[in-house]
């Protein structure tokens, strides 16, 4: 084992691996490798954000150097902006295509993008979930944490049975995501997601979560109460969660 990693598993049964900032990215890939060594076809929900980044380097080092074969892996989408068509900054589909889709070889042939289009955006949110059941399901979900809990788009107060859906996003989401363009595109004020129940539907879930500012929502999501409060603590109630978490945030862990 390296050095300063701590594996457990908490009495929720999820699986707790906390790493150095440093191994970040490489013990999240590590879980997108063990996949497709289990089943190189696997259906694997890719998400957006800083969180994730470093994994999506990870992978695409690896796939240079010929140690991972992501030529049959099938990728899908846990969530995009409403509205966010064509070449909009914003497009969630935009940046995984460029960060990792793209240079990873993933054509579209291989990727169940989010439907964007406000219009009949209700019936586009069935055919996804009617797509995902065609694909066999999600294989391995992996998902970043929200300052306020969010997984995907669910932001407190989610249902836990909900499944692809229209959503109004919260403040601290909106200013959170701000930094990620520049100031002349208005922020999207409703985002597309799986739901709760779309993502605890997952085979294998993995939480990735680093930094200091994310400790205080780890600890809630881990040990607090499970409920809509802090949607990432429906994760307890199912069974395959690996959570990936850097030193800063594990820091307020007992
Ligand atoms: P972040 O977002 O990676 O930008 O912190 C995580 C999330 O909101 O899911």
Same mark, same amino acid.
């Given at each position: 084992?390296?050095?300063?990693?701590?594996?457990?598993?908490?009495?929720?049964?999820?699986?707790?691996?906390?790493?150095?900032?440093?191994?970040?990215?490489?013990?999240?890939?590590?879980?997108?490798?063990?996949?497709?060594?289990?089943?190189?076809?696997?259906?694997?929900?890719?998400?957006?954000?800083?969180?994730?980044?470093?994994?999506?380097?990870?992978?695409?080092?690896?796939?240079?150097?010929?140690?991972?074969?992501?030529?049959?892996?099938?990728?899908?989408?846990?969530?995009?902006?409403?509205?966010?068509? +064509?070449?909009?900054?914003?497009? #969630?589909?935009?940046?995984?295509?460029?960060?990792? #889709?793209?240079?990873?070889?993933?054509?579209?042939?291989?990727?169940?993008?989010?439907?964007?289009?406000? $219009? /009949?955006?209700?019936?586009?949110?069935?055919?996804?979930? $009617?797509?995902?059941?065609?694909? +066999?399901?999600?294989?391995?979900?992996?998902?970043?944490?929200?300052?306020? +809990?969010?997984? /995907?788009?669910? $932001?407190?107060?989610?249902?836990?049975?909900?499944?692809?859906?229209?959503?109004?996003?919260?403040?601290?989401?909106?200013?959170?995501?701000?930094?990620?363009?520049?100031?002349?595109?208005?922020?999207? $004020?409703? +985002?597309?997601?799986?739901?709760?129940?779309?993502?605890?539907?997952?085979?294998?879930?993995?939480?990735?979560?680093?930094?200091?500012?994310?400790?205080?929502?780890?600890?809630?999501?881990?040990? /607090?109460?499970?409920?809509?409060?802090?949607?990432?603590? #429906?994760?307890?109630?199912?069974?395959?969660?690996?959570?990936?978490?850097?030193?800063?945030?594990?820091?307020?862990?007992?």
């Amino acid at each position: 084992m390296t050095s300063g990693v701590i594996t457990r598993t908490l009495d929720t049964g999820i699986h707790l691996r906390v790493v150095p900032a440093s191994e970040f990215g490489s013990a999240a890939a590590d879980l997108v490798q063990t996949m497709l060594r289990r089943k190189p076809n696997a259906v694997i929900g890719f998400p957006t954000g800083s969180t994730p980044l470093p994994m999506y380097q990870d992978l695409l080092r690896r796939q240079r150097q010929g140690t991972l074969d992501l030529t049959q892996m099938r990728a899908v989408m846990l969530d995009d902006y409403l509205g966010a068509t +064509g070449d909009d900054p914003v497009s #969630f589909h935009n940046w995984l295509k460029r960060e990792f #889709f793209d240079p990873a070889g993933v054509g579209s042939d291989r990727l169940l993008r989010m439907p964007t289009d406000p $219009e /009949g955006i209700e019936e586009a949110c069935q055919q996804y979930e $009617e797509r995902l059941q065609r694909l +066999g399901g999600v294989d391995l979900q992996l998902l970043g944490l929200g300052l306020n +809990g969010h997984i /995907g788009f669910n $932001e407190p107060g989610a249902a836990v049975d909900s499944r692809t859906h229209v959503v109004p996003l919260t403040a601290t989401t909106t200013v959170a995501n701000a930094a990620y363009w520049d100031s002349s595109r208005k922020v999207p $004020e409703e +985002g597309v997601t799986m739901g709760v129940g779309t993502i605890l539907g997952a085979r294998a879930i993995g939480l990735l979560v680093n930094g200091a500012r994310k400790a205080d929502i780890l600890r809630s999501t881990l040990l /607090g109460p499970i409920g809509p409060d802090v949607p990432a603590s #429906f994760l307890r109630n199912v069974a395959d969660v690996q959570v990936i978490a850097d030193q800063e945030a594990a820091a307020l862990l007992p």
